[in-house]
């Protein structure tokens, strides 16, 4: 079945340096990809999203580049800040089955 | 701040017991689906709501049952509780039949069962 692989957290970097968290899927057909952030105490919110091949999804400095040859879609971010600390989920929304399918989530933690 | 709210914001209670969670859409919304946050499943998709009508279902037990009513607001009932039913539950909106991926989460039920 489909589903979404995350390097494990959690991920502690200082400030202003450069963030990487992977993301790989596995999916029959196209599916459409996104990562959403959990700020501490709160629901998850969409961060940005890739719907085909080579798009590439950006807000708040993050980006993410949809890489069908690699299944990949890697999120980064040139300089991160302390209120990044968050944790970041990667999904893909499962065209067949019309269902959101998460990754376990990777915390990031950015000290001053 | 995303328009969906969930009540109560937190809850314990004990084996055995049956409790409601409940949620409110965003304003506009008419598909409601239900999440389940544990540290050992992660995030685990229930069950989904449009506009009243079951839509889709994912790994929810047969001891959980959920409904969507005509005002749109949906109530998850879990029932028999075990410890391992101590999660986080999340409700989302969208405003659409199909799952787009853009859901709106609203902040959660932690229940804690002892």
């Known amino acids: 079945g489909n589903s979404v692989t995350q390097m494990e957290g959690p991920v502690t970097l200082s400030e202003e340096a450069f963030l990487t968290i992977n993301c790989t899927y596995t999916a029959t057909g196209y599916p459409s990809l996104f990562w959403y952030v959990q700020y501490p105490g709160e629901g998850l919110q969409l961060l940005l999203k890739a719907t085909k091949a080579d798009d590439k999804g950006s807000n708040k400095g993050f980006e993410a580049t949809y890489r069908k040859e690699t299944t990949s879609f890697h999120l980064e971010k040139g300089s991160v800040q302390v209120s990044d600390s968050a944790v970041y989920f990667c999904?893909?929304?499962?065209?067949?089955?019309?269902?959101?399918?998460f990754g376990t989530g990777t915390r990031l933690q950015v000290f001053p | 701040d995303s328009g969906v709210t969930q009540t109560p914001k937190h809850l314990i209670t004990a084996t055995g017991q049956r409790v409601t969670l409940r949620c409110s859409p965003r304003?506009?919304?008419?598909?409601v689906y239900w999440y389940q946050q544990s540290l050992d499943q992660g995030l685990q998709f229930l069950i989904q709501?449009?506009?009243?009508?079951?839509?889709a279902k994912g790994n929810i037990l047969e001891r959980f049952s959920a409904q969507q009513f005509p005002d749109l607001h949906s109530e998850l009932n879990l029932s028999s509780l075990e410890l391992g039913d101590s999660a986080l539950y999340f409700c989302a909106s969208s405003v659409g039949p199909q799952n787009t991926g853009e859901l709106f989460f609203g902040e959660g039920s932690r229940l804690t069962v002892l």
């Open positions: 304003s506009g919304d008419l598909s």
């Open positions: 999904a893909l929304s499962d065209r067949g089955t019309d269902k959101l399918i």
């Open positions: 709501y449009y506009n009243g009508e079951e839509r």
